[in-house]
């Protein structure tokens, strides 16, 4: 059984670089066949999904995002990494790692995946 637990900054300012990182226990993000994803919340909105890196390395990202997001891994530690650039207001979320057994690119929805980090608040600093 795996466990997912997203670390970082609590506070960003506009036009810094965000970056948090998953770290998985319970199974190898490189050879456990798990897809990692990254997925945030808005207040008062819905899950958005932002990427994925899959056990092989292979990247794919939301089209909306993909120019300024990054999600990188360190199988020597068992990590995931997002980078998200010139972060403004709007990316003041809850910010989640999750697991799956399939791509599930674009979707968000709770059931397609098997685990879940506790999620990461992230505001913006003035």
């Known amino acids: 059984q795996a466990q997912l637990q997203e670390s970082g900054p609590g506070l960003v300012k506009p036009s810094q670089t965000l970056s948090l990182t998953c770290t998985v226990s319970g199974a190898s993000i490189a050879t456990g066949f798990y897809y990692y994803h990254w997925i945030r919340q808005p207040p008062g909105k819905g899950l958005e999904w932002m990427g994925v890196?899959?056990?092989?390395?292979?990247?794919y990202y939301a089209p909306h995002l993909k120019i300024r997001t990054g999600i990188t891994r360190d199988t020597s530690k068992n990590q995931v990494t997002l980078q998200l650039l010139s972060v403004t207001p709007e990316d003041t979320d809850v910010y989640y790692c999750?697991?799956?057994?399939?791509?599930?690119?674009?979707?968000?929805?709770?059931?397609?995946?098997?685990?879940w980090g506790q999620g990461a608040q992230v505001a913006g600093a003035s």
């Open positions: 999750a697991a799956s057994k399939t791509l599930n690119l674009g979707q968000a929805a709770v059931k397609l995946y098997d685990y």
């Open positions: 890196i899959s056990y092989s390395g292979s990247t």
